[in-house]
């Protein structure tokens, strides 16, 4: 009797134990508390993207993987600085068909758009028309959870189709008043618009309101403070850029978080939100194939030699590839090859051939792997990959394979 009254004490302290530690892994605190986040009613996110004009002639799908991103990162909505076409028409049926393949491409994300304009959306007044037939007011405001969103519109003309700007633009000066007195109550103020400076009359609006301004249209990153206002002037989300990095030139977006009154905003570089799928086992297993059989080339032959190779240049990525076939000839050695360097561009998970000729006088190289020639193969990917792109040291590299050339006798 002792001992089932002893076991039923040991199990019941067994299962208290268990009941225990199970309500404190279910209760469990951070290790780090940290700073915690506002509520819900007043914590979103927002992306923010610039300057797209030329985007279809610069070999360049930086704006379409940009979408893609944007979706991965979900954010609530995304708004523009302007400058989404090409511009440079008058007629009214070739400044649709502008429109129409923008409107497309942007349908391709899962949340709200809001659209800003820029030069290139509004040259002239025929291009102003249709985009008010369009999408109504060039400026407009709206409220999203605590904090008030402000489009204006850097693009007005004067009586002769002259530029004057907004400080010039009396009807939106006067709009714009109005409505910073209806929306007094935000907790925070954004304000889109193209061109970095709005002008006096209207920066004196904002004063005493905490305020955040986005611009574009210098296709290159900067920010700063003014007047007690946070500046970010963006580059470009796939349109025209020059410049390196440190001068401005990356294509980027911008993510926003708001959480109360704390404003963080966020430069992202396009290519570097991937998806989790992006390297699967099965993927880096050809991966790792596709160098293999990069690392050696064989030609059969004795005495004087004279055959083409063909450099097969299998890409294993779900993104196209760009790359150098580059030759290196030993001094002393009997050896040509033409063309010494040749560039390729090979599609997603597809194959291309860089025919080279070999050529040998006698076979006395044959005889010394030294003079043998050399083939170096560099290629990058990546999902936002132009023709201009700037090299990313590591982050992109797919190929960077030096090997010597065999011979078969």
Request: glycine fraction near 8%; proline fraction near 5%.
């Amino acid at each position: 009797m002792k001992v089932r009254q002893a076991f039923a004490v040991a199990l019941m302290v067994v299962l208290l134990s268990a009941i225990c530690i199970s309500a404190q892994e279910t209760n469990k605190a951070p290790q780090y508390p940290g700073k915690s986040a506002a509520a819900a009613e007043s914590r979103f996110k927002f992306a923010v993207i610039a300057d797209l004009w030329a985007r279809r002639n610069a070999d360049s799908t930086v704006f379409e993987e940009a979408l893609k991103e944007i979706n991965l990162i979900d954010p609530d909505f995304t708004i523009s600085v302007g400058d989404l076409v090409d511009g440079y028409v008058t007629e009214p049926n070739l400044i649709h068909a502008q429109w129409d393949g923008f409107d497309a491409d942007i349908h391709e994300l899962k949340r709200p758009f809001y659209y800003a304009y820029g030069n290139h959306d509004a040259m002239n007044p025929v291009m102003i028309e249709v985009l008010k037939k369009r999408y109504g007011s060039p400026y407009y405001s709206f409220n999203y959870k605590n904090c008030h969103f402000i489009v204006l519109f850097t693009e007005s003309h004067g009586v002769e189709g002259r530029l004057v700007g907004i400080d010039a633009d009396d009807g939106q000066i006067a709009w714009l008043a109005k409505d910073l007195v209806a929306s007094r109550g935000a907790v925070h103020t954004f304000v889109f618009l193209h061109r970095p400076w709005p002008g006096p009359k209207v920066m004196d609006l904002f004063k005493g309101r905490p305020t955040t301004v986005f611009a574009g249209h210098v296709h290159g990153y900067q920010e700063f403070w003014k007047d007690g206002v946070n500046y970010h002037v963006l580059g470009t989300t796939g349109g025209a850029m020059s410049g390196d990095i440190y001068s401005g030139g990356l294509y980027h977006y911008m993510l926003v978080s708001v959480s109360g009154k704390e404003v963080s905003p966020a430069v992202v570089r396009v290519g570097t939100i991937l998806p989790d799928t992006f390297l699967s086992a099965e993927r880096l297993k050809r991966i790792a194939d596709a160098r293999l059989a990069l690392s050696a080339f064989t030609l059969k032959g004795a005495g004087r030699i004279d055959q083409t190779l063909d450099v097969k240049i299998p890409n294993p990525l779900p993104t196209a590839i760009r790359g150098t076939c580059e030759w290196f000839i030993p001094d002393g050695s009997g050896w040509s090859v033409t063309p010494k360097q040749a560039d390729f561009a090979v599609d997603a998970e597809s194959e291309s051939r860089v025919p080279f000729r070999l050529t040998a006088k006698g076979d006395a190289s044959a005889d010394d792997r030294r003079l043998l020639p050399q083939i170096r193969i560099q290629a990058r990917g990546g999902r936002a990959l132009t023709a201009s792109s700037p090299k990313v040291a590591g982050l992109d590299v797919l190929y960077n394979i030096t090997t010597t050339l065999t011979l078969e006798r």
